[in-house]
């Protein structure tokens, strides 16, 4: 009896082990597909994000000021510089000769007439004359920067019939500097 209460006990102990074993494993096979379940909706989940976002991604909403921050990238710095310097000038010209500065916001109208008279009246701080290849790059670098943000005028200070005479006057400046640096050239 003695040994049967001992190959009980043991029986006991093995039943015990392989129930306990039995339970581990399933816990860790429960556990596993409970770590595969939370990861396959996670990843169900991420894969919906993501094709939300590449939906978004194609058509973005772009706010007015990524708009104006790309089309002032559009332009090179040394053109951003000349486009400001030639804005200068004429805010120069215009607190000088008529106590304005503010050229950004007149109705084309008004700043055909006042580049009537810039045209015809524009000299280098020293009182000299520009050369004509200089006063084609203010005029061109003045209409950039009205068309560029923020300013985004609408109108071509170039080729609007509204700048008409003024790109008259700014011909006839061409030609009379023209003839004075010939002139000048032969002395």
């Known amino acids: 009896m003695h040994t049967f209460n001992a190959y009980k006990n ?21 556990f596993r597909l409970v770590k595969r379940f939370l990861k396959s909706t996670t990843l169900k989940a991420n894969l919906q994000q993501q ?4 939906v978004a991604k194609r058509f973005a909403d772009t706010s007015q000021d990524e708009i104006e921050k790309k089309r002032l990238k559009l332009q090179s710095d040394n053109t ?9 000038i004429l805010k120069a010209y215009l607190t000088e000769n008529l106590t304005m500065d503010n050229f950004e916001n007149c109705p084309p109208e008004e700043l055909a ?4 008279w810039f045209y015809m009246d524009l000299r280098k701080h020293d009182g000299t004359m520009y050369k004509t290849t200089s006063l084609e790059s ?20 170039v080729k609007d019939e509204a700048f008409k005479e003024a ?3 700014f011909t006839v400046g061409l030609q009379f500097f023209t003839s004075l640096s010939c002139l000048c050239f032969y002395c």
């Open 113 to 116: 007439i006042v580049l009537e």
């Open 51 to 54: 094709r939300k976002m590449s």
């Open 10 to 30: 043991q029986y006991s102990v093995t039943f015990f082990l392989l129930f306990v074993f039995h339970w581990t494993s399933s816990f860790v096979y429960i």
């Open 167 to 169: 790109n008259k006057n």
């Open 80 to 88: 951003l510089k000349l486009n400001k310097k030639a804005a200068n």
């Open 138 to 157: 203010i005029r061109s670098g003045l209409n950039r920067y009205l068309q560029s943000p923020p300013f985004n005028k609408k109108f071509d200070i």
